[in-house]
């Protein structure tokens, strides 16, 4: 490729537009990289887990709006050859270069969103259950549900119980040290007021006024906090009258624990499309069933 001239406004334009391409390009490189780089030095396993679980996302998504800047500049120069004036033609390409750039962004952040939530679970569960070496060097066990309870306060428990929080107790056998892990939990829980813990969940809505053609209905949501039992009340508007999916869906009750190592629960809605969930025992799955609400987000 010649270089411009730099004569006309045109060469100009050009120029500039092969410049930003090639600047945009390497600055989605070097967040790439940096990204990663950034990664691979965090030692600590739940460290790594909760920047990944973070930023990954958000880090890929800044990615591919740098790309998809790219790709637009790069299209301003289809045809740079012959244009000689801006006429309808340059307006024409202009056009094709906001779409063109714009459907490249739109069509990863969509990807992003629904599809590479499912990659990046297998991500973090990897860190999640690497095995851990403890403060003396030794290889440490995690604990199953049933072992870990003695070593949960009760606050964390009731976190547990509520399925807003998990957490992953590593034990050293030899030396008897204890590292306790916090995850998200499941179902969502807000953190109350009065013990600080993520406990707090709506136990009863009340509908005040019915929505109408007109107005807005107002919605009553009663929380009280399963741990220190505290309560509070909060307004919300009703724009439409919510729609039960699942109040006469059919319940599943399971028999047995035997040779099962992992439960995965998965949930389609035609509020919020499919949901996946894994238990270590049916137990869990099966108090996760009787704890879920389809009209909340989890």
């Not at 590479?116 to 095995?131: A, G, M």
């Not at 039992?229 to 047995?256: E, G, L, M, Q, W």
Request: glycine share 6%.
């Amino acid at each position: 490729m010649e270089t411009p001239s730099l004569n006309t406004f045109l060469d100009y334009w050009h120029f500039s537009m092969i410049i930003g391409a090639v600047i945009m390009t390497i600055v989605a490189i070097i967040v790439y990289l940096a990204y990663h780089v950034r990664v691979s030095m965090i030692r600590e396993y739940k460290d790594r887990y909760d920047f990944i679980n973070t930023k990954e996302i958000a880090t890929y998504k800044g990615v591919f709006l740098c790309l998809g800047i790219a790709v637009m500049l790069a299209i301003n120069l289809y045809g740079m050859g012959k244009l000689r004036d801006i006429g309808v033609w340059f307006f024409v390409r202009l056009f094709m270069s906001m779409a063109g750039g714009t459907l490249v962004t739109y069509v990863a952040f969509l990807v992003l969103e629904y599809y590479y939530p499912t990659i990046l679970n297998k991500k973090l569960r990897k860190w999640r259950y690497t095995p851990r070496i403890g403060k003396s060097g030794n290889k440490l066990r995690l604990l199953g549900e049933e072992e870990e309870d003695v070593h949960l306060e009760e606050g964390m428990l009731a976190e547990e119980n509520v399925f807003s929080i998990d957490y992953d107790v590593w034990v050293d056998e030899r030396s008897g040290d204890v590292k306790i892990e916090k995850y998200p939990g499941h179902l969502q829980a807000m953190k109350c007021n009065s013990c600080g813990f993520y406990t707090m969940k709506v136990v009863r809505e009340e509908v005040v006024r019915e929505p109408s053609k007109d107005s807005p209905g107002e919605l009553i949501k009663h929380y009280q906090c399963y741990y220190c039992k505290s309560v509070r009340a909060t307004a919300f508007n009703i724009s439409t009258k919510a729609v039960d999916d699942y109040k006469h869906a059919k319940r599943y009750s399971f028999k047995s624990n035997k040779n099962i190592d992992m439960v995965r629960v998965e949930i389609h809605s035609s509020l919020g499309g499919k949901k996946f969930y894994e238990f270590q025992n049916i137990g869990q799955a099966q108090k996760f069933l009787d704890e879920y609400d389809s009209d909340k987000p989890a």
